[in-house]
């Protein structure tokens, strides 16, 4: 094999390591994420990105609070939109 695909399959098995993890590091987190490092270092600075330093210096986070965090502000699609409105009309419908 050669050497770029031996780096392929580390990176690879490196990344569904991480899959596995409930706590990861912060350059985890940014693979995980795919926010790059100066945005998370502005994240957890201004404390709008859920973390814990439990020694004062390195930084970890905890992957379910993550997903939350990642998810927040959903927005519907239009199908979805369409769907309300119709159960909506048919539920206020005037008899």
Same mark, same amino acid.
């Given at each position: 094999?050669?050497? #770029?695909?031996? =780096?392929?399959?580390?990176?690879? *098995?490196?990344?569904?390591?991480?899959?596995? $993890?409930?706590?990861?590091?912060?350059?985890?987190?940014?693979?995980?994420?795919?926010?790059?490092?100066?945005? #998370?270092?502005? =994240?957890?600075?201004?404390?709008? *990105?859920?973390?814990?330093?439990?020694?004062? $210096?390195?930084?970890?986070?905890?992957?379910?609070?993550?997903?939350?965090?990642?998810?927040?502000?959903?927005?519907?699609?239009?199908?979805?939109?369409?769907?309300?409105?119709?159960?909506?009309?048919?539920?206020? $419908?005037?008899?």
């Amino acid at each position: 094999m050669n050497n #770029l695909l031996i =780096l392929e399959r580390l990176d690879r *098995i490196e990344r569904l390591l991480t899959i596995s $993890k409930e706590v990861l590091t912060f350059e985890e987190t940014c693979d995980y994420t795919g926010i790059s490092r100066s945005y #998370l270092y502005k =994240l957890t600075a201004s404390g709008n *990105i859920p973390h814990s330093k439990p020694n004062g $210096k390195m930084i970890f986070f905890e992957k379910k609070k993550l997903n939350i965090w990642l998810l927040q502000n959903s927005r519907k699609s239009n199908d979805e939109i369409e769907t309300e409105a119709i159960a909506y009309s048919f539920r206020n $419908k005037r008899r």
